[in-house]
């Protein structure tokens, strides 16, 4: 199986709650290994740029507010198909809808503020890293 690399970011309800070491020993658990980290504060032109796709979307100021409310933390996972694995592990947009043992059916509080951001694609992943992180940040 091929090895990947996904981007991930815990959002700030959970950097509100301290569960940034929950969700990460959830992240290991499944077998994604942590290979950058940092917890930043995204300014409003991260966030609009970041979440570009939806600026159509009704929620779209919403989540920006959101979005920059507090720090979140930027990673890098790397595993066999972390892309998947990683979607799988954070279960469904609306925690409502998230399976059980998934990171938003246990820790997000709405659709909005579900806890964990991560990428959809091998391609958007390349390109969400690259916006946070330079090659000498990452060490697998
Ligand atoms: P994801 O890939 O599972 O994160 O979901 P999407 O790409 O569809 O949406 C991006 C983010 O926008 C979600 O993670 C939520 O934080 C937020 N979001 C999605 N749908 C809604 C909604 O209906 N209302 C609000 N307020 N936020 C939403």
Redesign the pocket.
Known sequence: MAIERTFSII?PDATRRNLTGKINAKLEDAGLRIVAQKRIQMTRENAETF?AV?KERP?FG??VD?MISGPVVVQVLEGENAVLKNREV?G???PADADEGTIRKEFAES????SV??S?SQENAAIEIAYFFSGADIVG
Not at 111 to 114: G, K, Q, R, S, V
Request: aromatic share 16%; no cysteine; proline share 0%.
């Open positions: 959002k979440y939806h929620f919403e989540l959101f954070m469904a947009t609306n659709i909005e503020a579900n951001h991560g959809d």
